[in-house]
């Protein structure tokens, strides 16, 4: 047995009257087990600290004596421990033994009266023994479960290390590439915003200061070709912003059976004063084409940009190839692409016989503001709008080329899977001004909106209630006051447009709401955001549209 181990089961007595000190350890030593006399509690407290079986104490030496130490190593014992504590008594119960009041204190404690018989004392001294090697095995299972839970640990932290160095090893030479190429799109896109905006904000500046200044001196004529310019400059904006939404993928998109073969057609006229005389229209249209699902406007402005690319690649004439058909694309094909379905799509194709591209120009086709043409013939949009729309829209684009030998950019739109809609006259005799006192609530929160909305609301007659925010209008919608219509930003503090718009509609069952938007992720899919009774613009609007969606959604 190692000195630790004896000591770790070995006796400490403390009995400093009489001769119970010596006869107990001469007791204990003629049964084979090891103890040691101590003269006072200090002394049993140093002893302590170098292990201990168990205690063996005389009540009276805990009478007048600061138990605070002995207390304080009984308390922090670790969590296997319970030191066995044998206190020797007298015969008479508490009234004879005052010092039996900290038993509670002193946790294990087993008393022995006196005198005691040595069997006695031994088969205590066996018993506590016996428990206290039981809490040392405790302690080892828990030591080797914590110094196996520390090797697992530092295996699964060294090959966590080995891991992170080699995936950082792999991927470093990847992520520099990726990095710099991610600066250099971001410098693009930022470079081609700025760029894009600063002009057309001079013009609309440029216009509004010199409308100020000519009014200040009292000139009135000419100034429709100032608005003009400064209207012209903000569509310009407006048309930037929608295009860099179609390729972030959150444009307001209005999809509905398309007969994509019709769109084409209606739009002959239009492509072919688009190109150049010296270039061959050709339109090889399916006739067993099935419907398409998409925004036909969206539709019709993507068409419209790859012919106008196609046109630019062919400056010495040449052909172009607007061609539709039924397409199936398969697991194989759509497994590449994450937003793509297996099914049935309707594919509309534009090729030209142009210069074509090489692999480096294909694979920044789609980035924002990137063009190969000279600077002021193209904004680099066209084609991240259609990338955009055509991802937005759960379909796919895809580019063709050889240097020499032309481009093809084939658009797939998903198949239309429901019934087909009636068309329904659109009823043209409607006057546009209020009748009967109409009212619209109007739910917006920037300022300028709001008077502008309210204004131009007023001015034909009709009454309106405003709200900044969703909190501002519920009680309005709880409330006796008339409203035939709430125009409500879908973008609002706090609470959605949306989310207002079920509130409005648990007490206006009969609600009508036309929402508003510049930017909104929610909505950008108009068929799973809309109910019944519902429709949406978008930012920014003309009055002409306003008011126009105001009497229709009023007069339904």
Known sequence: MTVMEAMSERAIILAPLGRDSQIALMMLNEAGFDGVITRDLAGLCSELTQGAGLLLISS???????????????????????????????????????????????GNVTFLERPFHPVTLISLVTTALRGRRRQYEARDRLIDLSQSELRLQNTLETLEQQVEERTAQLRNNEEALRQSQKMEAVGQLTGGIAHDFNNMLTGIIGSLELLRRRLARGRTDDLDSLIDLGVTSANRAAGLTHRLLAFSRRQSLDSKPVQ????????????QRSINESIQLDMQLSEQLWVAEADPNQLESALLNLVINARDAMPDGGQLVVKTSNRHLDRAFTQAHSNLDPGEYVMLSVTDTGCGMPQSTINRAFDPFFTTKPIGQGTGLGLSMIYGFSKQSRGHVAIQSEVGN?????????????????????????APSAQNGETVLIVEDDPAVRVLVSTVLSELGYAFVEAADADSAVPILDSAQRIDLMISDVGLPGMNGRQLAEIGRQYRPELKVLFITGYAEHAAVRGGFLDPGMQMITKPFTFDLLTAKVREMIRI
Do not use: C, K
């Open 406 to 430: 032309g481009t093809t950019v084939s658009l797939f739109l998903p198949r239309f899977g429901g019934d087909l809609p009636r068309d329904v006259p659109a009823d043209v005799h409607h």
């Open 260 to 271: 994509m073969n019709t769109l084409v057609v209606s739009m002959g006229e239009l492509l």
């Open 60 to 106: 009276e030496a805990l009478l007048g004596s600061d138990l605070e130490p002995l207390l304080g190593l009984i308390e922090q014992q670790p969590a296997w421990s319970d030191l066995p504590i044998v206190l020797l008594t007298y015969h008479g119960g508490p009234e004879q033994n005052p010092a039996s009041r900290f038993g509670p204190q002193l």
